[in-house]
């Protein structure tokens, strides 16, 4: 609460100095010019001589009234009367007010008493009055010392107020444009990922197509060419829709455990690439805290490492593996084939711009997401490709 009184007195201070207010000080050093001349000992004067700085004290004396009622009716009388002062100002605040400077009328009542003695030519009463403002005006000191004191204490802490405001603010604007700059990644990236996700979806389709077309059209022309192979060619058209049929649909979990899927889509891969490809999954793994959603989502991405192998690796051998330990689901497909520079690190960030060839990367990033899990891929070149996957094993 102190601390907003600074601050406010601060700026009341700044006001008032725009305004040209008299300063006390001003006003003492005219009364020490009056006292000189009151005071002066370089002539020696008799008694009943008259005083020879009669008219110069009158005239000073009138400049101080004046001065003194100026700065009664100034701001700055109004905020000395206001503000808390303190003997101790070097060493502490002490809260208290100065409910009036009562000094100030004391001193403009003995002003005039003392400019009527000048007048009457009585020096002893005017001395007599002078010393008693003298007085009073060091009192006034000690007040303006302390306001002085206070004012710049108040600058202090106004200053202090206005810096911590700005960093406040630039703070603030700090955190919004951070915040902005993340939701344009965010929104960069889901209109890449949505982009991307559309592309592959194209290919998939003409993949399809040209299987179709490449298998089960080009059967069903047999047939049609060779009627007394029908039954036989019919037998294979059967076998190769049922593969296409198999690969469109996912393995239902309900019948099927997750490890047997790995193992059946490991077996076809070889049957259908050459590729010699076998899965190592650990005999004790428990993945019922697993939802069927986040089975197929793992099922999803063995399934795309293993078609990205078929399309780029020109790889040999592959090696599908899964295992638990310490409360870590670990899955793992790595191949021999050419390998690639990746675009991830060895946390799983982003190093590089993703383009429409990292399309299965992408894919495979946000489904780890969704799984809350940790995704790299490890490859140099020609030294192989290991895609890897860890999940918490929590439900």
């Known amino acids: 609460m102190k601390f907003v009184l600074y601050v406010l007195s601060g700026a009341l201070f700044l006001s008032c100095a725009s305004h040209n207010n008299p300063a006390l000080q001003e006003i003492i050093s005219k009364w020490a010019h009056i006292d000189d001349l009151l005071f002066t000992e370089e002539k020696p004067l008799p008694p009943d001589a008259p005083f020879p700085s009669e008219a110069l004290l009158l005239s000073k004396t009138d400049d101080f009234i004046q001065s003194l009622l100026y700065f009664k009716e100034s701001d700055l009388y109004r905020i000395y009367s206001s503000i808390p002062f303190s003997t101790e100002i070097k060493n502490r605040f002490l809260i208290y007010k100065v409910k009036d400077l009562h000094e100030v009328d004391l001193v403009l009542d003995l002003t005039l008493k003392f400019r009527d003695s000048v007048t009457l030519g009585d020096m002893e009463k005017a001395k007599e009055a002078s010393l008693k403002i003298h007085k009073y005006l060091i009192s006034l000191l000690i007040i303006d010392g302390d306001a002085q004191r206070y004012i ?73 060419l060779e009627p007394e192979k029908a039954e036989l060619k019919i037998a294979e058209l059967m076998k190769k829709t049922r593969d296409i049929c198999n690969c469109l649909v996912p393995p239902d979990f309900r019948f099927s455990e997750l490890p047997d899927a790995l193992r059946q889509l490991c077996l076809d891969f070889g049957k259908r690439t050459g ?108 030294e192989g490709t290991l895609v890897c996957l860890e999940i918490p094993a929590v439900g």
Do not use: W
Not at 165 to 194: D, N, P, Y
Not at 296 to 322: D, F, P, S
């Open 152 to 224: 710049n204490a108040s600058y202090l802490n106004l200053f202090t107020a206005l810096v911590f405001f700005i960093i406040i603010i630039m703070l603030f604007i700090l955190f919004l444009h951070r915040s902005l700059v993340t939701s344009l990644k965010r929104e960069t990236a889901g209109i890449v990922f949505s982009h991307a996700y559309m592309l592959a979806q194209d290919e998939e389709r003409a993949r399809i197509s040209r299987e179709l077309h490449d298998t089960v059209i080009q059967d069903m022309r047999c047939v049609l």
């Open 275 to 382: 590729i010699d490809c076998h899965a190592e999954i650990d005999a004790n793994i428990k993945l019922e805290f697993l939802s069927m959603e986040k089975r197929l989502q793992i099922y999803r991405i063995a399934e795309e490492a293993l078609t990205n192998i078929e399309k780029h690796a020109e790889a040999k051998e592959v090696i599908v593996t899964m295992r638990q330990s310490n409360e870590i689901i670990y899955i793992g497909i790595d191949d021999d084939g050419k390998g690639f520079n990746s675009p991830l690190d060895d946390s799983g960030s982003i190093i590089t711009s993703l383009d429409k060839s990292h399309i299965g990367i992408i894919s495979m990033k946000e489904r780890s997401a969704i799984l809350g899990g940790r995704f790299k891929i490890v490859s140099a070149i020609g």
